[in-house]
């Protein structure tokens, strides 16, 4: 009875943990580097992962988008992967984005001092 009781309990709860293993928080620069961008922003949505892999060479484990700074943060070139695949992290282009332009003001990769707000969708 004991264990019948374990088993129905995880069954319960293994749908609700695998949905939030998929999603991810916003995660964003903190204050210094969260602010409008000035600049001229391009913004690319490629459709893969992949794509985006083959344009941010900085090692993450979800290829969700990156940037890059030109002339001291002038130009600011961001891939965000399109809306489907954001949409299976749980993650929309607003929040990608804020992210994203934390770097395009300067916020190192390594994201020191990151905000990860959760539920926030
Ligand atoms: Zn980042």
């Known amino acids: 009875m004991y ?18 293993q998929a999603a991810l ?4 620069a903190p204050p210094e580097f969260d ?14 992962e992949e ?5 941010c060479h900085y090692p993450v484990l979800h290829y969700i988008g990156c940037a890059s700074r030109v002339w001291e943060g002038k130009v600011c070139a961001v891939f965000i992967v399109a809306d489907e695949v954001l949409a299976k992290y749980g993650l929309k282009l607003e929040g990608v984005l804020r992210h994203e332009i934390g770097h395009c003001h300067g916020w ?12 926030q969708r």
């Open 25 to 28: 928080p916003n995660v964003y």
């Open 3 to 20: 264990y019948y009781s374990i088993s129905a309990l995880l069954v319960t709860l293994l749908p609700t943990l695998a949905r939030a």
């Open 35 to 48: 602010k409008t961008y000035e600049g001229y922003l391009i913004l690319k949505r490629p459709a893969t």
């Open 108 to 119: 190192p990769k390594n994201h020191p001092g990151a905000i990860t707000v959760l539920g």
């Open 51 to 55: 794509e985006v892999k083959g344009h």
